[in-house]
């Protein structure tokens, strides 16, 4: 590999920033497919309209590949996923190891620490701050999804603002019908654009007629995966960048 292609590869890496490398198996020369950024493709070998596309599909399937009819192999090179979970709750407990099963680095997050203990959570990093002081140290990327799941606005509103501030590619909030009214309705008088409040998920989940705290820890993944792997074009709109 170039000496430039891998600074710049080590850049994204520290950034956390998805990135494809291919190259062409018989002439040795690479290019570095970037997503989020317009025609961003550097190296000296060519790539026409399809083979970003086929290495943009590639980082949106976490699955490096040969491409179909080429001699061309797709390195993908993807930060891992993470599920950032604030509510140290029942649901948690059983939303953690699936989470953690489906390959997320999972995060619990709750400042009551007779919640979140490591007798609750053994395997799991637990951050025992305020929601909103911890979500801006973890800093949520665009591989990250975000789910609240206290029933408690002191707890979840602050959460909430931090992750609309992120580009998080998932939030969801625990909560009925009215309470994710009454939510939105707080967090618009904060200054929420419509745009933004359609960001959050709620009630979290998918309609699966979850009721124990089990179900829901499913439907909750559920719906984290749909929204992961929905077609690129759609992921990318909906992962905004973070705001200043």
Not at 112 to 121: L, P, Q
């Amino acid at each position: 590999m170039q000496r430039d292609l891998l600074d710049r590869l080590l850049r994204l890496q520290a950034a956390k920033r998805p990135a494809a490398l291919v190259t062409d198996l018989e002439s040795g020369r690479q290019a570095l497919v970037e997503v989020g950024e317009v025609g961003d493709v550097t190296g000296p070998l060519a790539l026409d309209e399809t083979e970003v596309a086929a290495a943009v599909s590639a980082i949106h399937d976490d699955r490096s590949m040969l491409e179909a009819d080429s001699n061309r192999f797709i390195r993908v090179f993807n930060p891992p996923m993470r599920l950032i979970v604030v509510g140290a709750v029942h649901i948690a407990q059983q939303l953690v190891p699936l989470a953690a099963a489906a390959g997320y680095d999972v995060t619990v997050v709750d400042p009551r620490r007779a919640w979140a203990s490591g007798e609750r959570f053994p395997t799991v990093v637990l951050v025992a701050e305020w929601p909103d002081e911890a979500l801006r140290a973890l800093a949520p990327d665009r591989r990250t999804a975000i789910v609240t799941l206290t029933h408690d606005p002191k707890l979840d509103d602050p959460a909430l603002d931090a992750a609309l501030a992120s580009p998080a590619f998932y939030i969801g909030a625990l909560g009925s019908r009215r309470t994710q009214e009454r939510r939105l309705e707080r967090l618009r008088a904060q200054g929420f654009e419509a745009a933004d409040l359609a960001r959050i998920h709620g009630p979290v989940g998918l309609d699966i007629g979850a009721k124990s705290p089990a179900e829901i820890a499913v439907s909750i993944l559920a719906e984290i995966v749909q929204v992961r792997r929905a077609p690129p074009a759609a992921a990318e709109a909906s992962q905004p960048e973070a705001r200043p």
